[in-house]
């Protein structure tokens, strides 16, 4: 039996997606990441390099596909908001992989499709059955075993990561609803098109409302942006072609089955996290003491789980 047309494309946008997401956190830690903490403007540096990249992007759509544009106000308006929320969603997740090891973080965002049933069910009335709520707080269990972190021999939550990923998720479905209503109310090549527009505008509000994100910008492509530019233009091809087979996913089958495609994927980035620790430390920080890996396990394994049957009685 064939496998539908929107889960190939799914299946091949999140492998991308897994090579970009430690793409990501290579360049931040190479060339975007400041000895200072608190001056760390690493992420919304990463955000302007590629907001002009997604100009490229939206760009070629033009170019390409300016006969099945849409114009009309409406939808511009409601694919630059997609957009909008695309762009602070992904500015948060550079936020959070910025702060702790990828193993934590990637997995909560198995919290999407319930905030995609939740927001169906407060704009469309759908009824949350009794075995979804157990599942989306299986999925929160997990979300807070794995974001218990050692301090002087003590675990703490981290509070903080998790509201920033909690709110990665709900602006993901957020965008993913509305990128949908415009493409198919619309077409595909318009909910694109002004999706990486809003995508743009965020970057530029950056650049030119924030002066630390623009000095943090200035500062870092100064020196050796040759190499930084080249290695962030292979970055951008990994994320933009991502972005835009998922969006195709999302358009041709059920969001919340597209998602489901993610629900192994934090077993895959929690292996190849151990593995990239090994062989790059410099890059990927991984805390493998015996008591940590036994809390990320068991938190990757619920999330799993949860994930696994939210999807089977949705």
Same mark, same amino acid.
């Given at each position: 039996?064939?496998?539908?047309?929107?889960?190939?494309?799914?299946?091949?946008?999140?492998?991308?997606? &897994?090579?970009?997401?430690?793409?990501?956190?290579?360049?931040?830690?190479?060339?975007? =990441?400041?000895?200072?903490?608190?001056?760390?403007?690493?992420?919304?540096?990463?955000?302007?390099?590629?907001?002009?990249?997604?100009?490229?992007?939206?760009?070629?759509?033009?170019?390409?596909?300016?006969?099945?544009?849409?114009?009309?106000?409406?939808?511009?308006?409601?694919?630059?908001?997609?957009?909008?929320?695309?762009?602070?969603? &992904?500015?948060?997740?550079?936020?959070?992989?910025?702060?702790?090891?990828?193993?934590?973080?990637?997995?909560?965002?198995?919290?999407?499709?319930?905030?995609?049933?939740?927001?169906?069910?407060?704009?469309?009335?759908? /009824?949350?059955?009794?075995?979804?709520?157990?599942?989306?707080?299986?999925?929160?269990?997990?979300? /807070?075993?794995?974001?218990?972190?050692?301090?002087? !021999?003590?675990?703490?939550?981290?509070? +903080?990561?998790?509201?920033?990923?909690?709110?990665?998720?709900?602006? +993901?479905?957020?965008?993913?609803?509305?990128?949908?209503?415009?493409?198919?109310?619309? !077409?595909?090549?318009?909910?694109?098109?002004?999706?990486?527009?809003?995508?743009? %505008?965020?970057?530029?509000?950056?650049?030119?409302?924030?002066?630390?994100?623009?000095?943090?910008?200035?500062?870092?492509?100064?020196?050796?942006?040759?190499?930084?530019?080249?290695? !962030?233009?292979? =970055?951008? /091809?990994?994320? =933009?072609?991502?972005?835009?087979?998922?969006? %195709? $996913?999302?358009?041709?089958?059920? /969001?919340?089955? &597209?998602?489901?495609? !993610? $629900?192994?994927?934090?077993?895959?980035?929690?292996?190849?996290?151990?593995?990239?620790?090994?062989?790059?430390?410099?890059?990927?920080?991984?805390? =493998?003491?015996?008591?940590?890996?036994?809390?990320?396990?068991?938190?990757?394994?619920?999330?799993?789980?949860?994930?696994?049957?939210?999807?089977?009685?949705?």
């Amino acid at each position: 039996m064939l496998l539908p047309e929107w889960s190939v494309v799914g299946l091949v946008a999140v492998s991308i997606g &897994v090579a970009g997401t430690f793409f990501d956190k290579y360049l931040l830690e190479k060339y975007f =990441n400041s000895e200072d903490e608190a001056d760390d403007g690493g992420p919304g540096a990463l955000m302007i390099f590629s907001s002009y990249f997604a100009s490229i992007v939206a760009l070629a759509i033009f170019l390409f596909y300016h006969s099945r544009i849409e114009f009309a106000l409406g939808t511009g308006m409601a694919g630059l908001f997609a957009g909008a929320l695309f762009a602070i969603w &992904v500015f948060l997740y550079l936020e959070a992989i910025n702060r702790v090891e990828l193993s934590r973080v990637v997995p909560l965002l198995q919290t999407i499709p319930a905030f995609s049933l939740l927001i169906a069910f407060v704009t469309l009335g759908e /009824i949350l059955t009794l075995e979804q709520v157990l599942a989306m707080l299986g999925l929160i269990l997990g979300a /807070i075993v794995l974001l218990y972190t050692k301090e002087e !021999n003590c675990f703490r939550l981290d509070g +903080t990561t998790l509201c920033i990923m909690l709110g990665v998720s709900l602006l +993901t479905a957020l965008s993913d609803t509305i990128f949908k209503a415009v493409a198919l109310t619309s !077409n595909y090549a318009s909910a694109a098109f002004w999706s990486w527009c809003g995508f743009v %505008l965020f970057g530029i509000s950056l650049y030119l409302f924030s002066s630390h994100y623009r000095s943090q910008f200035e500062l870092l492509t100064r020196e050796r942006f040759g190499e930084k530019f080249t290695l !962030n233009s292979l =970055n951008e /091809i990994f994320d =933009n072609l991502h972005e835009l087979l998922f969006f %195709l $996913a999302i358009t041709l089958g059920p /969001i919340a089955l &597209v998602h489901s495609i !993610n $629900a192994y994927e934090p077993i895959l980035v929690l292996v190849v996290g151990f593995l990239m620790a090994a062989l790059a430390p410099r890059y990927f920080k991984e805390d =493998n003491s015996g008591s940590v890996v036994i809390y990320k396990i068991f938190g990757v394994l619920v999330i799993t789980v949860a994930s696994v049957y939210l999807y089977s009685v949705t």
